[in-house]
């Protein structure tokens, strides 16, 4: 039975349409592995680094000659260099903390081998400090990940990419990433203040500005947000620290859209 059921799948690869894998790293070898194990049946795997200096670039090497140097740019100007880099026609994007489960596997296998939609969402089910989260606007937390690379291109305002789909219908799956967010709690504030900073950077070079009296609005209007209407607190008090590090960076982001205001004077 064993050998039919193998017979079975490699059949069901090879009548299927060809997709690559792409993942961006920067000192990732803690995540890496897994992630690259949990997408050995893609007919091919593109990773981009920006400069890592651990074993990230090793590793992966392990997995695919398709790796890459480029420098940091931009969240989503790095993943689409991922994108032009892949050479079959549909790209599943996962990133490193990220892991492709089984039934992932198959949920693309099977609409590889006829394709109704141009791009695909999945949900996430986000981690923190081990813990599954499942309030506070942590799930089903849908994310466009797999989709036609001649159709979706990676756009939004860095940090916050997003996939872009031209022209094509997109299609909502059941079937969750796995994401392991935050390895501690000084992690998840420093990456926290990290992307509140670039959030804020891009915001107001893009003509954002802030009056003072916005700042607390928008702090404490966050953590009823994250605690109490999206329910963070049935999370306990993992639910507690994700409302006060959301908080936390929406504070930052507000003042620091601020503060360029200020200086620009």
């Known amino acids: 039975m064993k050998t039919q059921r193998r017979g079975s799948e490699r059949r069901e690869l090879l009548k299927r349409e060809k997709i690559s894998v792409t993942v961006i790293t920067h000192n990732e070898e803690a995540n890496i592995r897994d992630c ?3 997408v050995v049946w893609a007919d091919e795997i593109i990773v981009v680094d920006s400069g890592s200096t651990d074993k990230t670039v090793d590793i992966a090497r392990e997995f695919t000659d398709r790796v890459y140097h480029n420098p940091w740019v931009g969240m989503k100007e790095q993943k689409q260099f991922a994108v032009e880099k892949a050479s079959h026609p549909w790209i599943f994007s996962i990133d490193a903390d990220e892991r492709a489960t089984h039934d992932i596997k198959e ?14 969402r999945f949900p996430r089910k986000n981690f923190f400090l081990g813990s599954w989260l499942q309030h506070g606007g942590w799930y089903p ?37 796995i994401h392991h967010t935050y390895r501690s709690i000084s992690h998840y504030l420093t990456k926290q203040q990290m992307y ?12 954002k500005r802030v009056a003072p009296y916005v700042i607390p609005l928008k ?31 929406i504070f930052w982001k507000y003042v620091q859209i601020w503060e360029l205001s200020v200086k620009s004077r």
């Open 196 to 207: 509140a900073s670039i959030s804020a950077r891009e915001l107001y070079l893009s003509g």
């Open 219 to 249: 702090t404490f209007g966050k953590f009823i947000e994250t605690y109490f209407v999206k329910m963070g607190f049935l999370d306990g008090f993992h639910g507690f620290l994700v409302a006060m590090g959301a908080t936390y960076a």
């Open 141 to 177: 937390d849908h994310v466009l990940r797999f989709f036609r690379k001649d159709r979706g291109h990676f756009g939004g305002i860095n940090p916050h990419d997003k996939v872009i789909i031209q022209s094509g219908k997109i299609a909502t799956m059941k079937t969750p990433i």
């Open 107 to 120: 949920c693309i296998i099977r609409e590889l081998q006829n394709p109704a939609y141009d791009g695909y």
């Open 36 to 38: 690259l194990e949990s």
